[in-house]
């Protein structure tokens, strides 16, 4: 028999996400650097939600262990001089993220240094995840659904406008999609 329906794979899951991301946010250039720190912040976001939505601590924690895993695995063949994961497209400086911080994570004495997509995946969430839990303490699932979309859009592209409300709404129905679509296949 035919299959009518063919399973996505998870990369084509993360880009259509991406691509719908950027397409409302008007990304014009993507580069490694735009896309390691959107995957970074949308594991982070991910895990988040889930936390919210899943009473079960430790199958949160295995959820977001894979759907994390699935992200990297996406960056770990590209390489980024670390300086450059600070420059943004739009020449603003993304939210919480310190280059500083960073290299002192990171454990690197100069920011010229070139890591590769799976290091700096990983530093990355490391330096910007206690911010976004500050960042979202208090709120309940509305306020982190809207507020989300407006962290991942100022950690990706240095833009923390708020924007058309109606294409920011239709965004988080993309990323409860997304989300979705990521939990059919890790699960």
Do not use: H, P
């Amino acid at each position: 028999m035919f299959r009518i329906f063919k399973k996505k794979n998870v990369e084509t899951i993360i880009e259509d996400f991406e691509k719908k991301a950027f397409c409302v946010w008007k990304v014009r250039e993507v580069n490694i650097s735009t896309k390691l720190r959107f995957r970074a912040i949308l594991g982070i976001y991910s895990a988040l939600v889930l936390s919210v939505t899943i009473k079960d601590s430790s199958e949160v924690k295995r959820l977001s262990n894979k759907i994390n895993s699935e992200l990297k695995n996406t960056m770990k063949s590209k390489t980024l001089r670390v300086s450059d994961l600070f420059s943004s497209s739009t020449g603003k400086t993304c939210i919480n993220i310190s280059q500083s911080n960073f290299m002192k994570n990171a454990n690197i004495e100069s920011a010229n240094v070139i890591m590769n997509g799976l290091g700096i995946f990983e530093e990355l969430q490391e330096t910007i995840s206690d911010d976004c839990v500050k960042f979202f303490q208090n709120s309940n699932m509305a306020q982190i659904l809207v507020r989300g979309m407006i962290l991942m859009k100022d950690v990706t592209i240095g833009d923390s406008d708020a924007g058309d409300f109606l294409t920011e709404t239709k965004l988080v129905e993309d990323f409860n999609l997304f989300l979705t679509e990521m939990l059919k296949r890790v699960s």
